[in-house]
């Protein structure tokens, strides 16, 4: 689904029962989105950056949640899922067995307490993990290209 969807689209969209919102501004999460749209199974999903939602109370959702989570609302409205709950349903979905069975590893309580606070810090320290990591792919060709 384009990324320059409208709150209506989404509210009507007949292909998608799970809104998945991310945050667009962040590569990771960016990335990750992309990823996560070419391994899951069906239409079931539509992904769609947070500052193109611009009618946050239609999904009973503020701009601090968004900020903090990547968010998913079933098409009703009725049920809205944060975090790691989001990872567990994504991973749940995909085509490789593999992650689907980490989603269900995840969803063991205390597995999903730690998962949480580990979701909880990457989320508070995402724009530094990706600065670090953008660092890391420039070294990288660097290197590589002192040895060609």
Known sequence: MPENTSDEQLHTSENANKVIIYDGKCPICENTAKMTRSTTLGEGFTFI???NVKDLESYGLNRSQIERYVVMVDSTGSRIFFGIDV???LL???KPKPFRTLARSLAISPIH?????????????RYEIAKLVSSVHKMRRVVVSLFR
Do not use: F, P, Q
């Not at 307490?113 to 320290?125: F, G, K, Q, T």
């Open 113 to 125: 307490s730690i998962a949480e606070a580990l979701y909880d810090w990457v989320s508070r320290h």
């Open 87 to 89: 990872v567990i349903a």
């Open 92 to 94: 749940l979905s995909s």
């Open 49 to 51: 950056s947070s500052s």
